[in-house]
């Protein structure tokens, strides 16, 4: 049967759930600045959300869930609202941390040419797009919303120069976090009979 054919067991969605939301969690440990599974969440949801509202939202709230926790674990958020959390709640509304998220959205759009189609080799090829598209787009939304003493300020050029040494950890961590949840998934695939692909 041709994977065009192919469709996603009842039992995949939440588990796919799961697992990106314990990979956005990866976030509160120690890590290089950029090493980060942002766009991989991106990528695997788009590729194995057989819904694309679904492919689209949850690593979206994935990552949500993570820059929460980010806030409980700095101690910006706590129990009462204080200074800092007005800061922390100040920052998840302004356009820097929206562009973010639109950035993610974006480094998200290739894992829909995988679709039924996931190998090693096109996983790894996307992995770096989402990774390119990340840097190109996050970093664009620096330049619009940079400060005087930015590097942003004097262009998008001089943004993105300035942005080089990170994209080195945005490349390493896109490509391992997509082996992790891709490999991951296809491992338990062949474990667990009801994640299997229903043919039509």
């Known amino acids: ?97 929206l562009g973010i998220y639109a950035s993610t959205l974006l480094a998200g759009l290739p894992g829909f040419a995988l679709r039924g189609r996931a190998s090693a080799r096109r996983v790894l090829g996307a992995g770096v797009a989402s990774a390119l598209v990340f840097f190109f787009a996050s970093n664009a939304v620096a330049w619009l919303g940079a400060r005087p003493g930015e590097p942003c300020v004097a262009g998008i050029g001089p943004c993105y120069v300035a942005a080089l040494p990170f994209l080195k950890w945005t490349l390493a961590g896109t490509l391992f976090y997509s082996a992790l949840l891709f490999g991951g998934f296809a491992l338990l695939r062949r474990a667990l009979p009801p994640l299997r692909p229903q043919t039509a």
Not at 49 to 55: D, L, N, S, V
Not at 65 to 86: C, K, N, V
Request: cysteine-free; glycine content about 8%.
């Open 1 to 97: 049967m041709p994977a065009a054919l192919s469709r996603p067991a009842v039992a995949g969605p939440l588990v796919l759930v799961a697992m990106l939301v314990a990979v956005a969690l990866t976030r509160l440990l120690p890590h290089p600045p950029n090493f980060t599974p942002v766009a991989a969440l991106a990528l695997f949801g788009a590729a194995h959300f057989a819904h694309r509202g679904w492919a689209v939202a949850v690593p979206l709230l994935a990552l949500f869930l993570s820059d929460i926790a980010l806030g409980f674990a700095s101690g910006a958020l706590g129990l009462g609202w204080t200074a800092d959390t007005a800061l922390y709640a100040e920052y998840m509304l302004s356009p820097l941390a």
